[in-house]
């Protein structure tokens, strides 16, 4: 078998994530200190804040750090825990956006010229499921998820269909894409109808530019609901860990809480 290791260049935000691993090994981030910010250790490692803050999530599946509501990213150990040997090969979220970004977004451009009446009623009905409150969760990914696969299809360039569906087939293939979206899932973010509705307005007027612009600035929509997913997690924490304190204290003084 193949050392995928020797053969495939190391990812980036992996990259990252193992020499902030070692400065922390080698007592350069004791246990309890705070990690440099992002923008800082961004500037110092010349790559993108994304790219630190996916570092950042693999430091934390590893046991290694925790971010804190408002107080930044904090060492909690010195040696990881054993976590999902494939996780070295994936992209990360911040990677898989980018892509899409990029991707999309002159797919949409392309589409504008090239999707037939039948495409555009498709993505009518594939929007109505996304805006349908009633539907489960999980019918209404699907319905964003196709929503981008028919967009890619009116192209007519099965190259860039196999592309499109490659990045989005990354959120569930990755194990950190997965972790993240997950986190997204449970603070009740949803698929952004108004920027489809954009989207699709921009196709339906024949609108190359205005739909490149379109599927860009929702990507870059998906890229901070991602940001708002890790803070929320962060925050959530935090709470949980002053719930406690405050209920070992209330023990310790022998007062009885209110219920809730």
């Known amino acids: 078998?193949?050392?995928?290791?020797?053969?495939?260049?190391e990812r980036l935000y992996m990259h990252v994530a193992r020499?902030?691993?070692?400065?922390?090994?080698?007592?350069?981030?004791?246990?309890?200190?705070?990690?440099?910010?992002?923008?800082?250790?961004?500037?110092?490692?010349?790559?993108?804040?994304?790219?630190?803050?996916?570092?950042?999530?693999?430091?934390?599946?590893?046991?290694l750090v925790e971010m804190r509501h408002r107080a930044g990213v904090y060492v909690i150990a010195t040696e990881p825990e054993e976590v999902e040997s494939n996780l070295a090969d994936n992209v990360g979220p911040f990677e898989v956006t980018e892509a899409r970004r990029l991707f999309e977004g002159e797919a949409a451009a392309l589409a504008a010229g090239t999707i037939e009446q039948a495409e555009?009623?498709?993505?009518?009905?594939?929007?109505?499921?996304?805006?349908?409150?009633?539907?489960?969760?999980?019918?209404?990914?699907r319905a964003d998820r196709d929503f981008h696969l028919t967009l890619a299809r009116a192209t007519r360039n099965e190259a860039i269909v196999s592309v499109v569906q490659t990045l989005w087939d990354k959120r569930y293939s990755s194990p950190l894409c997965a972790y993240l979206f997950s986190l997204a899932k449970q603070i009740g973010i949803q698929p952004p109808v108004?920027?489809?509705?954009?989207?699709?307005?921009?196709?339906?007027?024949?609108?190359?530019?205005?739909?490149?612009?379109?599927?860009?600035?929702?990507?870059?929509?998906?890229?901070?609901?991602?940001?708002?997913?890790t803070e929320h997690d962060a925050r959530e924490r935090t709470r949980l860990k002053m719930d406690e304190r405050r209920h070992v204290f209330a023990r310790r003084a022998g007062v009885s809480e209110p219920a809730e």
Do not use: C, F
């Not at 555009?120 to 990914?141: F, G, H, K, N």
């Open 19 to 63: 020499r902030l691993q070692q400065s922390i090994r080698l007592g350069h981030y004791p246990v309890n200190s705070r990690l440099p910010s992002e923008r800082e250790i961004a500037d110092a490692y010349g790559v993108s804040r994304p790219t630190i803050r996916e570092a950042t999530i693999v430091l934390e599946l590893r046991g």
């Open 194 to 229: 108004e920027d489809h509705r954009r989207i699709l307005a921009a196709l339906q007027a024949r609108d190359p530019e205005g739909a490149r612009q379109a599927m860009r600035a929702h990507l870059t929509r998906v890229t901070e609901s991602l940001y708002r997913a």
């Open 120 to 141: 555009l009623t498709e993505l009518e009905d594939l929007l109505s499921q996304m805006a349908e409150d009633e539907l489960d969760q999980s019918i209404r990914e």
């Open 1 to 9: 078998m193949t050392d995928r290791s020797k053969d495939a260049p």
